[in-house]
Each structure stands twice: as C-alpha cells, then as structure tokens.
C-alpha cells in the first residue's frame, strides 16, 4: 500500500519509510508523485490539530493515505511557548539561529533550574475509509 507523506522533506520522508516499510506501506512524497500540494494554513491551536490539517489536505489532493506530522519546542518557564508557533516564532523570515537568540533573550531572567522544555509532535494519519489515526 502507498501512503502520501505531507512533506517534502527528506529526512522526515527517510524516518517514515523506516518505520512503515517493514509493515508493508511505501511512504511517498508528493514531489515523487509529481502532485503539488497546496500550502496548508496552520492555524490548529495543538500540534494534533496541525498534523490533522497537512494530513487531510494531502488525502483530500491525492485520494492516497495520508501521513502529517506537526511538531516543535515547549518551553515551560514561557507557559509552553513557541509551542505550534515553533517554526514561526518570532515572525516570518528569520533563522533557525535567530529564533534561538530569541528564545534565550527571553529566558535570561529564568533560573538554570527552572529553564526545562520538552519536544512534541504529533502525527496524524487519513485512510482510505476517512478514518483517522493520532
């Protein structure tokens, strides 16, 4: 069975295709299957409801099961912030180092022992039936 990744990324594509090749699933990426998709506005307020949105455009666009994921940073002393904003966090255009002092900038007055963060993400699968998987 052929299950649409919605990403492009190869290193996301790589993980899946270790995880659902022994199960029998040939993970894709759009761009292999010379079917663009379109840009998905993020606008879920969690990680599942961002990894639902990828995941049911992508079914929607190719009819083919589909495999979203949304992830990113949370920072408990900054009430879970960036959270679903990590790749958008502090505004559009900036780097990955950018974001980095800037998260930091905001931390300087947190203790070191209160500076604890955990990494989410959360994926979302569509079958052929419109059944869901989290």
């Known amino acids: 069975m052929k299950f649409i990744i919605?990403?492009?990324n190869k290193k996301k594509l790589a993980e899946l295709e270790r995880i659902l090749n022994p199960l029998g699933i040939n993970a894709v990426t759009p761009?292999?299957?010379?079917?663009p998709l379109d840009d998905v506005e993020e606008n879920g307020t969690t990680f599942a409801e961002n990894a639902f949105l990828k995941a049911s455009a992508a079914y929607?666009?190719?009819?083919?099961p589909a495999i979203a994921d949304d992830s990113g940073l949370?920072?408990?002393a900054l009430d879970g912030r960036p959270g679903v904003y990590t790749a958008r966090y502090?505004?559009?255009g900036l780097t990955d180092e950018e974001r980095y002092i800037k998260l930091l900038d905001e931390?300087?007055?947190v203790d070191d022992d209160k500076r604890s963060a955990h990494f989410t993400s959360s994926i979302?699968?569509?079958l052929?039936?419109?059944s869901k998987i989290t």
Request: with cysteine; net charge negative.
């Open 107 to 109: 931390m300087k007055n």
């Open 60 to 64: 929607k666009k190719t009819g083919l």
């Open 124 to 126: 979302c699968c569509i």
């Open 90 to 92: 502090g505004g559009e």
């Open 31 to 35: 761009k292999e299957e010379g079917i």
């Open 6 to 8: 919605a990403s492009n």
């Open 74 to 76: 949370c920072v408990d």
């Open 128 to 130: 052929p039936d419109g």
